[in-house]
């Protein structure tokens, strides 16, 4: 059985920092693509930033880019999203997942594993 447990949201000021850990059982997270998903209430589920550990490719989203930051420590089989610099409009509900590729970096395609979410606000 694969579970993926996030932790590490809350509240937090503007310009601010967090980070969101990703811990797994039942599945190695490094030798499949992992993404790091937000929802805004009203919106769609987004994808945030990605790693595909195989080749040393990422994915970031605009809005991310040059603040939020995805790395691994893959002795305790955990993914973690450092965010920097947050803003109002990063509020939303974080998830991690586990993609079923493992080396064509398909951010698009649908994750074969999700974690439950984790909140994060930021205040102006």
């Known amino acids: 059985q694969v579970q993926l447990i996030e932790s590490g949201g809350g509240l937090v000021q503007a310009g601010g920092s967090l980070r969101l850990s990703c811990a797994a059982s039942?599945?190695?997270?490094?030798?499949?693509?992992v993404g790091w998903f937000r929802q805004a209430p009203g919106k769609e589920r987004e994808l945030v930033a990605g790693?595909?550990?195989?080749?040393?490719?990422?994915y970031y989203t605009d809005s991310t880019k040059g603040r939020f930051t995805i790395s691994s420590d893959n002795a305790k089989n955990t993914v973690y999203l450092q965010m920097n610099d947050l803003k109002p409009e990063d509020t939303a509900v974080y998830y991690c997942?586990?993609?079923?590729?493992?080396?064509?970096?398909?951010?698009?395609?649908?994750?074969?594993?999700w974690g439950q979410g984790t909140q994060v606000t930021v205040s102006s």
């Open positions: 997942a586990s993609y079923a590729w493992r080396y064509d970096s398909n951010w698009s395609s649908n994750p074969a594993y």
């Open positions: 039942g599945r190695t997270l490094s030798r499949y693509g």
């Open positions: 790693i595909n550990w195989n080749t040393g490719s990422t």
